[in-house]
């Protein structure tokens, strides 16, 4: 499986576990367990991405854990937000 995101690449293979984001948790979740990466990924201070796009149009065209979350009914509702700071001490918030 080989993915462009922005103007990097990454390549892997399809594979499934427990993703969890606090205290919010999908079992068999699918997504790409990376194995190689173009270089502009290694400038990053990052583990990885957690794509927000829906299933129908996600790379692997599975459905994404926000979707999971959603289908076992651990939200109340279909509404999320993202806050981003650019300083380390802060933190960021999904």
Request: proline residues 2%; hydrophobic residues 40%.
């Amino acid at each position: 499986m080989r993915a462009v995101q922005g103007e990097g690449q990454a390549s892997g293979y399809i594979v499934e576990d427990v993703v969890s984001m606090g205290s919010l948790t999908v079992e068999k979740q699918q997504f790409i367990a990376v194995q190689t990466t173009s270089d502009s990924f290694l400038d990053e201070p990052s583990d990885g991405l957690l794509g927000m796009a829906f299933g129908s149009i996600a790379r692997i065209h599975a459905p994404t854990f926000f979707e999971n979350l959603l289908s076992g009914y651990k939200l109340a509702s279909g509404i999320f937000s993202i806050y981003v700071t650019r300083g380390k001490e802060d933190g960021s918030e999904v």
